[in-house]
């Protein structure tokens, strides 16, 4: 008897939250390596938002730039909630139950959330 292969749709499978902080840390990990780096050196390590008199270039400053800008924050405060999520995780008996782990997800979203809305801020 031979088993025929299984068509698992990944659309129809229902993950837990837990499941959703994992991929996205290494998602938001991702982002910050190809694009929250890159965007910073271009935009603070040279004198891309500077103008010939040494004053900020408000004309450079565009959308493409503040959306840039808004998408690193993002990656880069999930990144670190998340992370911090899973340090405590590991160094101290906390967030090894479901309900633990799945309390502390929602309070790293939510801290996520908080903190970035008010740094989005400032930049736009």
Sequence with gaps: MTRRPTFINLLLIKLPITAISSISHR????????????????LFLTD???????????????????????????????????????LIADFSSYGHEFSEAKSSTMVAFILTLLVSFF?????W
């Design 27 to 42: 998602v938001s990990g991702i982002v910050n390596f190809f694009i929250a780096i890159p965007t910073f050196i271009l």
């Design 48 to 86: 891309y938002l500077v103008g010939s008199d040494l004053n900020w270039s408000a004309e450079k400053f565009n959308f493409e730039v503040k959306l840039l800008i808004s998408v690193s924050i993002l990656s880069i405060t999930y990144h670190i909630f998340s992370g911090l999520r899973h």
């Design 119 to 123: 740094l989005i801020l400032e930049v």
